[in-house]
């Protein structure tokens, strides 16, 4: 949720921390600080909202020194504020922290009653007391940090300096993530892989509860019993390239376009090409056949993925499905039945919704997967079986090319499935997998509309305040995903519907002001989805559709006719549809936001990555 760097390095390090941190923006961009150990003690410099502002206050008050840790927030205790930026800091301790903890209320209450005094309405700064306090007992620093560590409840990634001991900082993770960055003869700490790839690609992975003392050339990492461990240093392929936008004007863009590549990269881990079938070691992965239900638990965009697949694993493979929020999953005691395989599928891997209901499930004795995008995340280490989507850094809040690797990978498990159980034969296999292998050249195409539906976006939507999506079938889940796209980027308020129950309530809402966007490809539920259109056209709505097929649309009259765009998509099977009409719903949103002047890949209130509740 929010970013974290640490460095103990030979440059200046305000520059290297701030650089990072503009990396890290996605995570959190509600205040930023950086603290640096300099020749009189050290110092903070912090500012509200993005890091920009924070590079202000540090050419106004430049602050020296090669040591520091910085730090990006999302707020959850304490609004976004200067007084509640981090880094936060009591006596001899400066830290910065991801998470939440859980009994700061309780801790808080201990040391005002012992004397201290709080600056923040922060949750974190009970630890910089807490550390403070326990060092000035006599304890040494790594006793100190861990019976502080045993004090705290909830989730934490830290990293902290102590005043006087220059070359040293403190890591430890529970529940949030926390990488060791190796570099040649300066050592680094990262909410993940990102924040230190400036400076290195060799980077060890905490484990849950792992807790670590960082020197200029070593790290000694300690499990949550205080037992020494290594953690080993791996290097990570993510090429500086991948994270910056090139010629494109946002993140969102740029990952909007690259979905050719990414769908391919995905569809390669899943597909074999010359074979036409699903690849051997995904087959040995798993075994459908003894799979009775699969509960599928993720949240926002990759939810409406699991809602999408249930359409494709119950049609094609006969596997039943369930698919639920995480947040609602892991309160209400489900009742799972033997032999119910749990699918958590997420980009960061991390969530913590998600993995709460991934670690419920695995309590309960189930077989666990995990679809991510980071094959280094927590669900991936956790789960039984590690299903990689090959997306890329997704550094856009608005997640697409997440969205459409996790399409890709669940229906080549689809195939998988459906091979396994029987329900169909090798030449059906082959006929499926070569629709899969043809999505990057159809999303290509879909990307020609980009110019097309800019100016939908500017003339139909951008001026609206409300905005219905309507869709039948898989394209009804893909309709709530382009509602949510567009309400979290442009702020305008939306709604998917299943084309069908539109008369069972929503169409009191049709009116002239109101665009209505439906996604209808060429399938069997088309001619309904037709009728759905006549029927909000006669009521005056304004009718945005999307569609392969625009012959087939019925002719309006009058005015009605005048209040329905046809935008065509490319020629598809029903079978990918979802993969392919993405792309319009997603180019919808982005131009509609950029049209509003909204901030793109930073919209208000949001962060990537929902490590806390
Ligand atoms: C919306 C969006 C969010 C995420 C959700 C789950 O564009 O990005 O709804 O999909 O927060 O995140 P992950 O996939 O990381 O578990």
Not at 204 to 233: C, M, Q
Request: hydrophobic share 45%.
């Amino acid at each position: 949720m929010c970013g974290i760097i640490g460095i103990i390095g030979k440059s200046e390090a305000a520059p290297r921390l701030l650089e990072s941190l503009r990396r890290l923006e996605y995570r959190g961009y509600d205040s930023a600080g950086i603290a640096v150990v300099t020749p009189n003690g050290t110092q903070r410099r912090r500012a509200e909202g993005k890091i920009r502002n924070l590079e202000t206050v540090i050419t106004d008050e430049p602050i020296t020194g090669t040591v520091g840790i910085g730090h990006t927030r999302w707020a959850t205790h304490g609004a976004p504020s200067v007084r509640n930026a981090h880094p936060h800091t009591s006596g001899a301790v400066t830290l910065v922290h991801n998470g939440i903890i859980e009994n700061f209320a309780e801790l808080k209450a201990e040391l005002i009653a012992a004397g201290h005094e709080f600056t923040s309405d922060t949750d974190t700064e009970v630890i910089a007391h807490l550390l403070d306090a326990t060092l000035k007992t006599g304890a040494s620093i790594k006793d100190a940090f861990k019976d502080v560590l045993d004090r705290l409840h909830g989730a934490y990634a830290l990293a902290i300096l102590i005043e006087g001991e220059n070359e040293l900082m403190l890591g430890a993770r529970r529940g949030s993530p926390l990488v060791i960055g190796w570099g040649e003869g300066e050592m680094f700490l990262g909410s993940d892989a990102l924040a230190v790839g400036p400076f290195t690609n060799r980077v060890s992975y905490l484990e849950e509860g792992d807790w670590v003392i960082v020197t200029r050339t070593d790290a000694d990492v300690y499990d949550h019993k205080g037992f020494r461990v290594n953690r080993p240093a791996t290097t990570v392929p993510t090429s500086a390239a991948l994270v910056e936008k090139g010629a494109f004007r946002h993140f969102m863009e740029k990952e909007v376009h690259e979905q050719p590549e990414s769908c391919q990269r995905t569809l390669s881990a899943y597909l074999d090409p010359v074979a036409k079938s699903v690849r051997a070691d995904i087959k040995a992965s798993i075994d459908f056949k003894d799979i009775t239900r699969l509960q599928i638990i993720a949240c926002g965009t990759a939810y409406y993925a699991g809602c999408i697949a249930k359409y494709a694993f119950e049609k094609i493979a006969g596997l039943p499905v369930d698919v639920e929020v995480a947040s609602e999953f892991r309160y209400r005691t489900p009742a799972m039945t033997a032999g119910s395989l749990a699918m958590a599928v997420s980009q960061s891997g991390e969530t913590a919704d998600t993995l709460a209901a991934l670690r419920w499930c695995a309590g309960e004795g189930l077989k666990t997967a995990a679809l991510v995008n980071v094959h280094t995340s927590t669900m991936a280490r956790e789960a039984d079986i590690l299903w990689p989507t090959h997306a890329g850094p997704e550094i856009g809040v608005a997640s697409t090319k997440a969205f459409t690797a996790q399409l890709s990978a669940l229906l080549s498990l689809v195939v998988c499935a459906a091979v396994q159980r029987g329900k169909i034969d090798a030449a059906q296999e082959a006929h499926y997998v070569q629709l899969l292998l043809e999505t990057p050249g159809l999303i290509s195409q879909a990307l020609v509309m980009d110019s097309e539906l800019s100016k939908v976006a500017a003339i139909d939507l951008s001026k609206s305040s409300d905005v219905i999506y309507l869709g039948r079938g898989a394209m009804f889940p893909l309709a709530l995903e382009g509602a949510l796209k567009l309400k979290e980027i442009s702020y305008i308020h939306a709604e998917g519907y299943a084309a069908g129950e539109l008369k069972h309530g929503p169409i009191a809402l049709i009116d002239e002001k109101t665009p209505v966007v439906v996604i209808a490809p060429d399938d069997e539920l088309f001619e309904k989805t037709a009728s759905n259109v006549q029927e909000v056209a006669a009521r005056g709505g304004r009718v945005i559709m999307i569609t392969c097929v625009p012959e087939k649309v019925p002719a309006l009259s009058g005015d009605a006719a005048k209040s329905l765009k046809i935008i065509k998509g490319p020629a598809c099977d029903p079978f990918i549809a979802p993969i392919i009409y993405s792309v319009p719903i997603q180019l919808l949103a982005y131009h509609t936001a950029v049209h509003k002047g909204t901030d793109v890949d930073q919209p208000r209130n949001l962060a990537k990555s929902v490590t806390v509740e």
